[in-house]
């Protein structure tokens, strides 16, 4: 049966089709249709979201953008597209990866509702709050050199230079010189040039 992708073109299937062209592999690519199929009581068995995308690897279904990128990443190893395994830099690929998919996400759904962390609720948000989060972006994406794992490009790039640019697109992130560095050398993977995404456009 191979790989199939559940997707729709106007998605953040789009990154996971970004990183199948990285990845030079076949995927059959099924479209799923909003408020209807997505929602279909056959799909949400395999997403109880009713959400895309949703990979499946045999008998194996996945959902969650971050979770799939990793799990394509790990099974076609010789492709490089994430640490080793005992290499230290694996623990800032799974940093980047859970920051990217968790605070960082997390803030830009608030910042789209127009809700605001009140200081004595950072505690217990995940990203502190606005300040927090775009301070912790900027001092990782200052030691990217020029990726985020150093020379070696990586899933967590793909994760998270498709949510800056699509944020850029959109006019959701503030400007900094890091940001602009990083997204220049992302712009740069054939793959992505290739992706017809719609936030490298």
């Not at 909003?34 to 949400?44: G, Q």
Request: neutral net charge; contains cysteine; glycine residues 6%.
């Amino acid at each position: 049966m191979g790989l199939q992708l559940y997707t729709n073109k106007e998605s953040r299937g789009v990154v996971v089709e970004w990183l199948l062209i990285e990845l030079g592999i076949e995927c059959k690519r099924v479209e799923v249709e909003y408020h209807t199929s997505m929602k279909s009581p056959e799909y949400l068995k395999l997403n109880p979201f009713g959400k895309v995308p949703v990979l499946i690897d045999e008998h194996v279904v996945i959902y969650e953008l971050a979770a799939i990128c990793a799990y394509l990443a790990d099974k076609f190893p010789e492709k490089n597209l994430a640490p080793a395994l005992g290499d230290p830099k694996r623990g800032l690929y799974y940093r980047w990866l859970f920051f990217i998919s968790g605070p960082w996400e997390a803030l830009a759904t608030d910042q789209m509702r127009n809700i605001q962390v009140q200081p004595e609720q950072k505690m217990f948000m995940s990203y502190g709050d606005e300040t927090d989060a775009y301070q912790a972006l900027i001092q990782g994406l200052t030691q990217a050199n020029p990726y985020l794992c150093g020379k070696q490009f990586t899933v967590a790039d793909i994760c998270v230079g498709a949510m800056l640019l699509w944020q850029q697109k959109m006019g959701q992130l503030k400007t900094h010189p890091a940001i602009d560095q990083y997204l220049m050398t992302i712009r740069q993977r054939e793959s992505l040039q290739r992706s017809n995404a719609i936030f490298a456009s």
